[in-house]
């Protein structure tokens, strides 16, 4: 029986920091704080448990007073490589997705690939690849 292909989506990023500082700006809640979402969000809120089967959540707010609860479990932790937590918005949580972040030692700085798996569908795929565009972004100005 083979599974139906879902959706997914993949970024890379050259970041200006070692991987250990990128992956303490993913699992350390108030660093995270001052860069995720992408540009019409501020994140309020964020617990992190980053370790298997750890849980995390994060509220953002956008500016038209929107407010987005997104949640999930970590799935795999490899201090300063890797993490791949579960993926579900408050708002649909019927719709779990996965997300695989690793860091990669690249000169005096760190490569950095998302992967976003099991994706609802296209339109999922339009809004994450937006969201997740605005956030490596300000990912990026963070360690400039």
Request: no cysteine.
């Amino acid at each position: 029986m083979h599974q139906p292909v879902t959706p997914s989506l993949t970024m890379k990023r050259r970041l200006n920091a070692t991987p250990a500082e990128v992956y303490e700006a993913w699992t350390d809640p108030e660093l995270l704080l001052r860069w995720f979402g992408p540009e019409n969000v501020v994140a309020q809120e964020a617990e992190l448990d980053a370790r298997i089967d750890g849980a995390y959540r994060v509220v953002m707010l956008e500016d038209n007073g929107e407010r987005h609860e997104v949640s999930g479990r970590y799935l795999e932790v490899v201090e300063n490589e890797r993490l791949v937590f579960s993926w579900s918005w408050v708002s649909t949580p019927e719709r779990v997705s996965r997300v695989t972040v690793t860091f990669k030692p690249d000169g005096d700085g760190t490569i950095l690939t998302l992967l976003h798996e099991k994706l609802f569908d296209d339109q999922a795929v339009r809004g994450h690849t937006h969201g997740w565009t605005g956030t490596m972004n300000k990912l990026e100005a963070y360690f400039a």
